[in-house]
């Protein structure tokens, strides 16, 4: 007799070929187990019961607590910038580090599985969230154009809105283009295809935060001119970037003192950057000024508002700087033929003994500290 008959769903089903594992699959069906009044749980795979951000009880398996770890170990990754090749031996580390843990032992993401978690998984339902939160409020639309190392030209975009989530003002990436040329039209083609991505409401824009080209403002003028005719409203010009203008505005400020402050910042930076032995004989200076010798940050030339940081430290450090340039007496032996006759050192003399150096010094850090409080209120949301 080759078939057989189950006698609570009458299922008739074949034993031809594999006996009694053909029953065993039968036993474990969907029909068979609600007609016996089994639940349907495998019992071999242990569940753990949680709790979700509601305080609702949830149970999980022992795969999904390892999904779990591997989610977080992920979101870490994005977090603090890691490559991918960095977390190829979390697994292994992970068993020598918790040896009695179950999800060590299963913990397993390799770099090409973190990318495809990250760019297929994390990253999509990220951004579903976002856009669910920005949906139907007024937003400001950000972008700028830059060349890459790579001598591509990448156009990013941003909005900035009100979140009912967080109640705060929220900045939010909403992706990169590209681009060869990036004239007026082109920028308009942009505006819309991160539009779409967005599913944003055009009449909706408050305004667009830019650089100043003229290709800029083109697109400004020709994207109002659109929403106009489509929707019957406009948003707010207020010009190009803001944050551009307050740093130029500092600049041209600080040329009518008639010294280069900028330019000494950066010489007492480079006299110490590359020399170890100038750096330890600068250690020396605490001895004779009881203040402990620091050395001179760094001032970027394109952003003059990263002046603040180093004036102030050079101002914290007057009295080393002095102690070291006007009466230390240099170890070097190629001193006075290599070193005394450079322009870089004749400049870091002449404003060192100048009798008003340091109170320009303390003028300019003041007034950085306040063009720094716009930039926070007012750019750096």
């Not at 809105?161 to 990436?173: G, I, M, P, R």
Request: glycine share 4%.
């Amino acid at each position: 007799m080759n078939t057989k008959q189950n006698a609570k769903t009458n299922k008739v089903f074949s034993v031809r070929n594999g006996g009694i594992n053909q029953v065993k699959k039968h036993c474990k069906g969907e029909k068979h187990k609600l007609k016996s009044g089994e639940k349907n749980i495998d019992k071999s795979v242990p569940v753990t019961v949680e709790k979700d951000v509601n305080n609702n009880k949830i149970q999980l398996t022992q795969q999904e607590i390892v999904s779990k770890a591997e989610i977080i170990q992920a979101l870490k990754v994005v977090d603090s910038n890691y490559s991918f090749s960095s977390t190829c031996d979390d697994g292994e580390r992970f068993k020598l580090m918790f040896p009695d843990s179950n999800i060590a032992k299963n913990y397993c993401q390799s770099r090409t599985k973190m990318n495809y978690v990250i760019k297929h998984g994390l990253s999509p339902y990220v951004k579903d969230l976002y856009v669910k939160d920005f949906n139907g409020k007024p937003f400001v639309f950000k972008f700028d154009e830059s060349t890459t190392q790579q001598v591509k030209k990448q156009y990013d975009a941003y909005v900035q809105y009100w979140s009912t989530e967080t109640d705060l003002v929220t900045s939010v990436y909403c992706g990169s283009i590209f681009v060869g040329h990036c004239l007026s039209n082109d920028l308009l083609h942009h505006f819309h295809t991160i539009g779409n991505e967005m599913s944003w409401e055009p009449d909706l824009l408050l305004q667009i935060g830019m650089d100043g080209p003229n290709v800029n403002l083109k697109f400004e003028n020709d994207l109002c001119t659109q929403i106009n005719n489509n929707y019957g409203v406009s948003f707010l010009k207020l010009g190009s970037c803001g944050l551009h203008i307050t740093h130029n505005g500092f600049r041209k400020g600080i040329t009518e003192f008639g010294f280069d402050f900028e330019t000494f910042v950066c010489d007492i930076n480079y006299f110490f950057k590359s020399s170890a032995a100038r750096r330890q004989d600068y250690k020396l200076m605490e001895i004779f000024t009881d203040i402990e010798a620091k050395y001179a940050l760094k001032h970027t030339r394109v952003r003059w508002l990263s002046m603040k940081h180093p004036i102030l430290r050079i101002l914290e450090q007057w009295e080393n700087l002095k102690e070291y340039f006007l009466n230390f007496p240099p170890k070097s032996d190629n001193f006075s033929s290599k070193i005394k006759p450079t322009p870089r050192y004749k400049r870091i003399i002449e404003f060192l003994t100048s009798a008003t150096s340091k109170a320009e010094l303390c003028f300019i850090a003041f007034v950085s500290i306040v063009f720094m409080k716009i930039c926070h209120c007012f750019f750096l949301i």
